[in-house]
């Protein structure tokens, strides 16, 4: 097996591989309550008995086929009320990361999902804490699907169903994920928030097309414009601006 040693100074430096756990976002947020961590941690394992999705949902992975790993990041330059930019950079360093390896029509489904060809291959979810005005240690947790075949959602993908050839392990995955990663948030410390967001508008999906969403439970037609300073969806809907957190509005495929 290839060893993870990623080009970076602190991202994916400290690795920690479980061959099963309930959840690697769990076993992260556990080293950071008791303070056992190191900045750029990364956790990782082949198989979870509870992962974790957006809105409590469970996140299903058949067993070694699929990336499951967690990083530990204390962004402590980024606002508190900025704190979804660290969903756009994750975001960001995933796209990236799948065009590097040759992937094309690849998209940021809002807030963080990545698509290739209009179907699921990422999910993003982080958590973390608050300490006073500051964002404090966060976990950033990272489901792709890499050699999985099978998926009970017609709308879920891997990497491998899109490109048959596909063969980099899942160890060369993490180590250029770092590497991107990393580059991206010392861009983001020196340039600030325009960098990030360009990126993320110019590859969100459906970005100025007329989609159906489900907004309390009536289905409305909206035209994605982009997102707020709060990283709310934006959309023109009758003619007016709406925005939209992750709990109000669901995606709607035709
Ligand atoms: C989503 O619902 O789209 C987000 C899914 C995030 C899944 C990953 S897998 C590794 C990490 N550990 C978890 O329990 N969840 C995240």
Redesign the pocket.
């Known amino acids: 097996m290839v060893k993870i040693q990623p080009k970076t100074l602190f991202v994916g430096k400290n690795i920690l591989y479980l061959p099963t756990c309930h959840?690697?976002?769990?076993i992260a947020r556990q080293k950071i309550q008791n303070e056992e961590f190191i900045n750029g941690t990364v956790i990782y394992t082949d198989y979870?008995t509870?992962?974790?999705?957006?809105?409590g949902?469970h996140?299903e992975?058949v067993a070694t086929e699929n990336l499951?790993?967690?990083l530990i990041i204390n962004p402590e330059f980024i606002k508190v009320e900025d704190q979804f930019l660290l969903n756009i950079l994750t975001a960001n360093s995933i796209h990236q990361l799948l065009t590097t390896l040759g992937f094309e029509n690849v998209t940021i489904k809002w807030p963080n999902?990545i698509y290739i060809n209009d179907k699921k291959v990422a999910?993003?979810?982080i958590e973390g804490s608050i300490s006073g005005n500051k964002l404090g240690p966060m976990v950033i947790?990272?489901?792709l699907n890499i050699y999985q075949k099978i998926f009970n959602n017609e709308k879920a993908s891997s990497l491998l169903a899109e490109n048959k050839d596909f063969t980099l392990s899942r160890n060369q995955i993490i180590e250029q994920f770092c590497e991107i990663f990393e580059s991206g948030f010392n861009k983001f410390q020196a340039l600030g928030k325009p960098y990030l967001l360009n990126y993320y508008l110019e590859n969100l999906f459906g970005i100025n097309q007329k989609r159906k969403f489900l907004v309390n439970n009536i289905e409305i037609f909206g035209i994605i414009s982009g997102i707020d300073n709060f990283g709310r969806l934006e959309l023109i809907s009758e003619n007016e601006k709406k925005y939209y957190d992750l709990k109000e509005i669901k995606y709607l495929f035709e």
């Not at 959840?23 to 769990?26: F, L």
């Not at 509870?50 to 809105?55: F, P, Q, T, V, Y």
């Open positions: 959840s690697t976002n769990e979870q509870n992962g974790k999705g957006l809105r949902n996140w992975s499951l790993m967690s999902d999910g993003v979810l947790g990272i489901g």
